[in-house]
């Protein structure tokens, strides 16, 4: 959903696509709107701004809302596109994007055609909008999940503890390959705070 204002002053949400009238803003010449008759889509109208080394109009206070809104009814116009757009980003895995965390390229994104809704990363670590359909390298994540796991080994006698440990990482070994668990795995043992793997408890008598 991209932003309009109409001749009352109030703000309303409609489809992007929808052709409209549209208000570029030129900050170099004391900030001022300039409204388009041509109707554009929300997309098309950002170009036509941009390609004129402009932008579309931002409102940010009560008296320019009054000085766009007065240009709209001097024209008989009833609304036209500003720069608003609500503009929703998610990670494939459907976490949301925080906005001020990515660093886009200059530019960007930009949504070319309407048809720009994947993200791509470049060699400068900037990132940028591209069609989906485009083709590129890829990242994948992979998710590791870590598991604790304690044991007790009983023993009569003095433990050879790196014959334990291989003993115990075959037995784990196995018994995953048993239940036919497609993962890798990966053991590592938690050194306690005396510099020792296994902490020795006497039997009780």
């Known amino acids: 959903m991209c932003?309009?204002?109409?001749?009352?002053?109030?703000?309303?949400?409609?489809?992007c696509d929808e052709p409209k009238p549209f208000f570029c803003y030129d900050s170099f010449i004391g900030g001022k709107f300039i409204?388009?008759?041509?109707?554009?889509?929300?997309?098309?109208a950002q170009r036509h701004?941009?390609?004129k080394n402009i932008d579309l109009s931002t409102i940010n206070d009560?008296?320019?809302?009054?000085?766009?809104?007065?240009?709209?009814?001097?024209?008989?116009?009833?609304?036209?596109?500003?720069?608003?757009?609500?503009?929703?980003?998610?990670?494939?895995?459907?976490?949301?994007?925080?906005?001020?965390?990515?660093?886009?390229a200059d530019g960007q994104p930009d949504n070319a055609d309407g048809n720009e809704k994947c993200g791509f990363v470049n060699e400068t670590g900037l990132i940028g909008d591209e069609a989906c359909s485009h083709t590129l390298p890829f990242f994948c994540t992979k998710y590791v999940k870590i598991q604790i796991v304690r044991f007790a080994v009983k023993s009569s006698g003095l433990l050879n503890e790196s014959a334990v440990m291989e003993a115990i990482e075959k037995k784990m070994n196995q018994i995953l390959g048993d239940q036919q668990v497609d993962i890798e795995s990966n053991?590592?043992?938690?050194?306690?705070?005396?510099?020792?793997?296994?902490?020795r408890q006497e039997r009780d008598t």
């Open 3 to 15: 932003g309009v204002i109409r001749n009352t002053g109030k703000w309303h949400a409609a489809s």
């Open 35 to 44: 409204i388009n008759l041509a109707k554009l889509s929300w997309s098309d």
């Open 49 to 51: 701004c941009r390609s």
């Open 62 to 104: 009560i008296i320019e809302n009054g000085i766009v809104t007065t240009i709209l009814k001097l024209g008989l116009i009833t609304e036209a596109w500003i720069g608003l757009s609500k503009n929703l980003w998610l990670w494939s895995d459907q976490s949301k994007v925080t906005w001020l965390s990515v660093n886009w």
């Open 187 to 199: 053991i590592t043992w938690r050194v306690q705070p005396d510099g020792q793997i296994f902490q």
